[in-house]
């Protein structure tokens, strides 16, 4: 019967390790095994903002949780407009904005300058805002 060793992390040589992560960088791997306070201290600052925020987040149009962090995953609109603003989302209201992103993008027309689709982004974000605040007026969500 084969014993198993518990690893150590590879930071503090103390703890056992409970992350294993496995980095690729020049066609070469590097596995580091780390305990969760290491982790969490190795964990970018802006991560682990978001991670807080999201925990007491409710959802921006429906008031419900657990949200999705907004400017991370769904609306990159937003994320560019207003970058150090954080939003959230339910899943079904995510859901719901990004159907109406989608379909008002493909009205779109191709070959706009960059100031002319910057104009159309500001409409259509505008336009995805005032969706939303209907659709859950209505009761969609």
Known sequence: MASHRIRLCDACHKRPA???LHEIADGRTKSTDLCNGCFEAREPRE?????????AAHCEYC???????WHLLTN?????????RRRFLCARCSTEYNRFIEQKME???SGLSETEQSARFDTLRTAAHEHMLSWVA???S
């Open 47 to 55: 991560l682990k903002e978001s991670r807080k925020a999201a925990e």
């Open 107 to 109: 009205e779109i027309p």
């Open 63 to 69: 008031g419900t949780g657990p949200c999705v962090d």
């Open 76 to 84: 990159i609109l937003a994320f560019i407009a207003e970058p150090e």
């Open 18 to 20: 409970t992350y294993h």
């Open 138 to 140: 209505r009761g969609k």
